[in-house]
């Protein structure tokens, strides 16, 4: 029994070596803590800086907002009874692009259109002076150039003026279309076919890109329709695709291609001009293409 108690607590050599090096390992690892408190500083972040910086950021903005809106208070501002250079026109047929022709701030040209768009008709000259942007300077300026009448002849004739049709033609249906003079179950199809395709009119000419319709017939319609340009839907080319893009008419497969590979290769689109480095884009067709599209 005395025996086997020794043998029980006898060390071998490689045992005596084992705890050697275990020992030495325990002392190392014990000054790992000392050696980094000794060699290792962590820097210490300087939030003050961090808040300077990011309060510089925040009023950086505020003065980039503060001066758009300060040039576009001032290009406002600037407009005058002197901007504008009138000729003929019917305020119930003009379209958006005419008006802003005449000299008119894009700002008071979607007032104007959303009025009418809204349901109201003008009847005689002094109707436009219902615009809050009209005032009596510039109605004798406009009113001779107003192809409208002085005031109602008779009652019969003011009667049937209002009842006259008028639709909008970027919200109209089917049903109401039709009832517009010239206009049947045909040709209203193919307006409402080309509305879908294209987003929405722009203007009149556009009709003529549906078989029949030419400069004459258009004429004809133009007292029953009218046209709100700021309402049509717009394609965001940051995140349409190749096949999106090419259903519009105005764009199709090889531009739609063009368009995507540009983004894929430099990221999103900043702006609607960077379109113009686009070799295929000219300026015709980056007019046309314009109402229809968007970066937000």
């Known amino acids: 029994m005395k025996k086997n108690g020794k043998e029980f607590f006898h060390i071998s050599i490689s045992e005596w070596k084992g705890i050697f090096v275990l020992a030495i390992l325990i002392f190392f690892i014990s000054f790992i803590p000392l050696t980094i408190d000794i060699f290792y500083k962590p820097q210490i972040k300087d939030f003050n ?12 903005r505020a003065l980039a907002l503060e001066d758009k809106n300060n040039k576009s208070s001032a290009n406002y501002d600037n407009w005058s009874i002197n901007s504008l250079d009138p000729f003929p026109f019917n305020p119930n047929t003009i379209s958006a692009q005419d008006f802003k022709k005449i000299g008119f701030t894009d700002k008071q040209t979607q007032s104007f259109i959303n009025y009418r768009s809204a349901g109201a ?26 192809l409208l009448p002085d005031s109602f002849i008779a009652s019969k004739q003011s009667k049937k003026i209002k009842e006259q049709i008028l639709v909008e033609l970027n919200t109209v249906d089917s049903i109401n279309l ?5 206009i049947g179950g045909y ?48 394609i965001n080319i940051n995140k349409a695709s190749i096949k999106e893009l090419a259903r519009h008419p105005y764009i199709g497969y090889n531009l739609s291609i063009s368009i995507y590979n540009y983004r894929q290769n430099h990221g999103n689109y900043n702006s609607v001009e960077e379109l113009k480095k686009l070799k295929l884009i000219n300026d015709s067709i980056y007019n046309k293409i314009l109402p229809y599209i968007t970066v937000e």
Do not use: C
């Not at 800086?49 to 950086?60: P, Y």
């Open 178 to 182: 039709i009832k517009v003079p010239g």
């Open 121 to 146: 008709k003008f009847y005689t000259k002094k109707d436009f002076k219902k615009l809050y942007f009209i005032n009596d300077e510039i109605y004798e300026l406009l009113s001779p150039y107003i």
């Open 187 to 234: 040709r209203a199809k193919k307006i409402l076919e080309l509305r879908n395709k294209l987003g929405g009119f722009t203007d009149y000419d556009q009709l003529k890109m549906i078989y029949g319709f030419n400069d004459s017939l258009i004429e004809t319609l133009k007292p029953y329709i009218n046209i709100n340009p700021y309402i049509i839907k717009k």
């Open 49 to 60: 800086k961090l808040d300077s910086i990011a309060t510089e950021l925040q009023n950086n």
